[in-house]
Structure formats: structure tokens, C-alpha cells
């Protein structure tokens, strides 16, 4: 990916090292509410009430200042991709008549709190509609190269365009829509309906490489493989099996291997919102 001559985004909060105490509001609705949101790679929203639940009160292990210089590359690269995510949707926006409101990048590390509860590095990188801001612990990225085995920029590019994704279901009522539907359905219709979400996530995140492409000549060789290669390492089938369970499709949030990388490739084809209607398809 050709990235090192992009603009740095200003809207990076780093909270690295920093000791970022969860507030006492982080209980009860927040771990619910983040349960809900923090859906990113097939986590059991269980597992993060336990987590979360376990944590609260704990202090926070890195010292200030704590911040490893192998580090300062992937901030640069985190920075100019968000920069680009704000480029391509103010753009997209405006040609809707709609004002994109750009969203925070949160960085931390081990955890942190959210408007959605606490955050937690092994949650894997999350966005929170309460506070419109995506989090995400740099570690992560590691996990996608040495465990889902996706390795390369572009597919690290790829994790931060589908939470920006997540933004943008937020500011176009997407995620309140299913957020308010859920609280009516069965689990299994609810999961469905969060399938169909995250795929929606993928899709524009597909279309944020699709502009950023057209406009900025972004791609190298190989760019496209490396989304695709983790779109399908993270789908809920792959995680399911590799957890050492047999894949059940009713349980899915995310959407299998398959369906993410089919998505993502809609977007990056079509560069259109009208095309990643998810919600409005039988097929997914
Ligand atoms: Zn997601």
C-alpha cells in the first residue's frame, strides 16, 4: 500500500501508556451496551461481560510514557489511514447532501475506557456509537499477522476502514436502527441481524478503498489479496474452528469467511452505498 505520502489525521487520541482508569458509569448498561457494539472478530459478548467484569478496578499495567518505539511506524501508518477514511466519506457525504462528522481514533494499550464500557485489548479493535470513537490496541495487529495469519498493510488498513464503517452505520441511523430492532427479537434473529451489519461494515469498508484508490492511487500489487486473505481469516466460521468448535452458523455475528470477503469485494468494486444494502438482500 502506498501510504507514506498521505496526510496524518488529527484525530488520534493516544492513550498509550497513559493510565486510563475505567469510570464508575462503566458498569452495568456500558458492559451491556459494549457488549452489543464491540463486536469485532467473532467475540462472545459474554466473554467481554466476564472480562470486563473481572477488570473493573484493576489499575492499568504500563506507566506513563511506556510507548515502544516499534510502535511510532504503525501510529504513522494508523493516522494516515484514518485520514484517508475522513477524505473519502466528507467527500462521499457531501456528494449526499450530508456533513460527514469525522470520528476519534482511540489508541491504548492492554485497556481503556469507553463511553461503551471498558475496552479491552483482547476484544480486538471495537467502535462505540455512544462516544463515536474507534478503539483499538496496536498488539492487535500482531494477532492478525502471527494467529489469523494476515499478514500486510493493507490488511491492517482494511481493520480500521470497517470501523470506521461502523461509524458511518451510525451517522446514517444504520446502528440505531438495529440496535432498537434487537432489543425485539429472538438471539438468533438478533445475530442475523448483526451478520448483516458487520457484512455492511466490510462493504464500506470496500468503498473507502474503491475512492481512496480512484483518487489517491493508494494500491500496490497483492493490496487486495491481503483484505480479502483477512476478511476470510476472521470470519465467525474460521474463528469457530480454529477455537476448536464446530462452526455454528446460527450463532454467527459477523458473517462467515465467505461472506465477509464477498462484501468487502462489492464495495471495492461498486465504490457505492446503494450497493451495500445488506439489510434489504436474501442472499447473503
Ligand atoms: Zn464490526
Not at 33 to 54: C, E, M, T
Not at 152 to 172: C, K, R, S, W
Not at 236 to 252: H, K, Y
Request: glycine content about 10%; hydrophobic content about 35%; proline content about 4%.
Amino acid at each position: 500500500m502506498r501510504w507514506k505520502m498521505g496526510r496524518r489525521s488529527s484525530n488520534i487520541e493516544d492513550r498509550r501508556g497513559g493510565s486510563s482508569m475505567p469510570t464508575a458509569a462503566g458498569g452495568g448498561l456500558g458492559l451491556l451496551v459494549i457488549a452489543l457494539v464491540a463486536a469485532f472478530f467473532g467475540v462472545d459478548p459474554s466473554l467481554i461481560l466476564d472480562q470486563a467484569n473481572q477488570l473493573e478496578n484493576q489499575p492499568t499495567s504500563s506507566a506513563p510514557g511506556n510507548r515502544p518505539a516499534a510502535e511510532n511506524e504503525l501510529v504513522d501508518f494508523v493516522s494516515v489511514v484514518l485520514a484517508d477514511t475522513e477524505d473519502t466519506w466528507e467527500t462521499l457525504f457531501r456528494q449526499g447532501g450530508q456533513t460527514y462528522r469525522k470520528p476519534k481514533l482511540v489508541l491504548f494499550s492492554g485497556q481503556t475506557s469507553s463511553a461503551c464500557g471498558l475496552g479491552k485489548a483482547a476484544m480486538g479493535p471495537f467502535y462505540c456509537p455512544a462516544d463515536q470513537k474507534v478503539y483499538i490496541d496496536l498488539s492487535f495487529y500482531n494477532d492478525l499477522k502471527e494467529r489469523h495469519q494476515a499478514p500486510g498493510d493493507f490488511a491492517q488498513a482494511y481493520v480500521i476502514a470497517h470501523e470506521v464503517g461502523h461509524h458511518v452505520q451510525t451517522l446514517l441511523g444504520v446502528s440505531q436502527k438495529v440496535y432498537e430492532l434487537r432489543s425485539r427479537f429472538s438471539k438468533v434473529e438478533g445475530n442475523q441481524l448483526s451478520v448483516r451489519q458487520e457484512l455492511q461494515a466490510d462493504c464500506f469498508a470496500g468503498i473507502w478503498a474503491h475512492h481512496a484508490n480512484r483518487t489517491r492511487q493508494i494500491l500496490e500489487q497483492g493490496d487486495v489479496e491481503e483484505a480479502l486473505n483477512a476478511a476470510s481469516s476472521i470470519g465467525d466460521d474460521r474463528l469457530q474452528q480454529q477455537a476448536g468448535g464446530r462452526v455454528t452458523p446460527e450463532s454467527f455475528t459477523h458473517g462467515s469467511s465467505a461472506q465477509r470477503v464477498k462484501w468487502f469485494k462489492v464495495g471495492l468494486q461498486k465504490g457505492s452505498l446503494k450497493d451495500c444494502d445488506t439489510f434489504a438482500t436474501r442472499n447473503l
